[in-house]
T-cell receptor
Framework: QKEVEQNSGPLSVPEGAIASLNCTYS??????FFWYRQYSGKSPELIMS????GDKEDGRFTAQLNKASQYVSLLIRDSQPSDSATYLC???????????????FGKGITLSVRP | DTGVSQDPRHKITKRGQNVTFRCDPI?????LYWYRQTLGQGPEFLTY????????KSRLLSDRFSAERPKGSFSTLEIQRTEQGDSAMYLC???????????FGQGTRLTVV
């Protein structure tokens, strides 16, 4: 099992719809979770961070975390064509050596918002 | 601009040559990460530093790769005897402490011909 999995995609939604992006992770000891947006040819840009169970909202973005199910998701409301990008889920996976962790990424989900 | 800075932005090199990339993290950040990304994949972890100490190195990283962070400030990533398979985007990120948000530089795109 991969440490961070993003299996769905690519995803295409019409403008104004809600886009739902999902991610699962393998290590129950993980403490922090992030969503990055990456436009083609550019570097990843942090858009959301979440540390505790439940929902966290920031503008049109909502991150959801369920540690019991080892599941984190990102909802994008009122999707816009400018939201078309690859969305990367990242999780701090604890290391077996000492009290450190490694920021580990999924392969990403490509979102296309149709005008 | 006080974000993460990487240099150069692009590098074309012949197979067998050595290359070195530089990363300047956000000034108060003590964690620095190096990742490699190829088309259609997420960033692949290479190594990270906490201050000047290299705490973890990917098992996938061959002996041709080495990274340093002298004095806990900027970092360099060197690839010796480059191969065509080394062609990728090399990304640097920094964060304040463990488990906090990490921010990326613009990346260095390496092409080995």
């Amino acid at each position: 099992q991969k440490e961070v999995e993003q299996n769905s995609g690519p995803l295409s939604v019409p403008e104004g719809a809600i886009a739902s992006l999902n991610c699962t992770y393998s290590d129950r000891g993980s403490q922090s979770f992030f969503w990055y947006r990456q436009y083609s040819g550019k570097s990843p840009e942090l858009i959301m961070s979440i540390y505790s169970n439940g929902d966290k909202e920031d503008g049109r973005f909502t991150a959801q975390l369920n540690k019991a199910s080892q599941y984190v998701s990102l909802l994008i409301r009122d999707s816009q064509p400018s939201d078309s990008a690859t969305y990367l889920c990242a999780v701090n996976i604890p290391l077996t050596t000492g009290a450190n962790s490694k920021l580990t990424f999924g392969k990403g989900i490509t979102l296309s918002v149709r005008p | 601009d006080t974000g993460v800075s990487q240099d150069p932005r692009h590098k074309i090199t012949k197979r067998g040559q050595n290359v070195t990339f530089r990363c300047d993290p956000i000034s108060e950040h003590n964690r620095l990460y190096w990742y490699r990304q190829t088309l259609g994949q997420g960033p692949e972890f290479l190594t990270y530093f906490q201050n000047e100490a290299q705490l973890e190195k990917s098992r996938l990283l061959s002996d041709r790769f080495s990274a340093e962070r002298p004095k806990g400030s900027f970092s360099t990533l060197e690839i010796q005897r480059t191969e065509q398979g080394d062609s990728a985007m090399y990304l640097c990120a920094s964060s304040y402490i463990m488990n906090t948000e990490a921010f990326f530089g613009q990346g260095t795109r390496l092409t080995v011909v």
